[in-house]
């Protein structure tokens, strides 16, 4: 049985992802900030100086993962001059720091092994959503990171890919104005509303993928 750990997997897209891969004959290892029915280790990933300490529990535990999905992060929908610096840095912390920090440690772990890696980023950053300027910002790094960190490890059996997701009826969007909806929809090249078995169908292509063109990939749905 393959070993999936997934973060933000108690709710929306990433409890969704795991319970497709429970399906799929995958044991999953939920990360989460609230505990719930799902969550195997309550943790808050804002809390970057101990990430280390809990990749190494899960190593000690469960052993090397053959799938992570840094799937976890915050939205803040707000112009810069009127967000609060507590909040720039939760943000920066949890969509980009945290899946960095997870990825390095991890990877040490999964390089000789058929193994991949999933960060999520959002069509907020090649549409410029007005008010979405940090948390654009935050997920614009992650996608960097992927296709930087892609180069630094093609030598090894270790995959890392990138989804920029549109938006999709989860809890997160569910208080986003529906105008607000319908212009990112509208503005996208592919014009329609993406559902959440759109996002499954790409990571099940890419854990299947055998081909090394997928590693340090940008992958948007919307068609962009």
Not at 53 to 80: F, Q, R, W, Y
Not at 94 to 104: H, S
Not at 127 to 144: D, F, Q, W
Not at 216 to 224: E, H, K, R, T
Request: charged share 25%.
């Amino acid at each position: 049985m393959k070993l999936a750990v997934v973060t933000g997997a108690s709710r929306g897209v990433g409890n969704y992802l795991a319970t497709k891969l429970l399906e799929n004959n995958y044991k999953v290892i939920n990360i989460a900030r609230n505990k719930s029915e799902f969550t195997d280790y309550c943790f808050d990933l804002t809390n970057t100086d101990e990430i280390g300490v809990l990749v190494k529990e899960i190593i000690k535990t469960e052993g090397p993962p053959d799938l992570l999905i840094n799937n976890a992060g915050i939205a803040s929908m707000n112009h810069t001059l009127l967000m609060q610096n507590k909040k720039i840095e939760e943000i920066m912390k949890l969509n980009l720091i945290a899946p960095i920090l997870l990825t390095k440690e991890f990877a040490k772990f999964m390089l000789k092994k058929e193994s991949k890696i999933l960060n999520i980023s959002t069509v907020a950053v090649p549409l410029l959503l007005e008010g979405e300027s940090v948390y654009a910002s935050s997920k614009s790094g992650i996608e960097t990171f992927t296709k930087i960190f892609g180069k630094e490890i093609q030598k090894f059996k270790l995959q890392v890919s990138c989804l920029g997701l549109t938006p999709i009826q989860t809890d997160l969007i569910r208080n986003v104005p529906k105008d607000k909806i319908e212009k990112i929809i509208e503005a996208q090249p592919e014009n329609r509303e993406f559902k959440l078995e759109d996002v499954w169908e790409f990571v099940i292509r890419f854990i299947n993928s055998e081909e090394k063109n997928m590693n340090g990939s940008v992958n948007y749905l919307g068609g962009f």
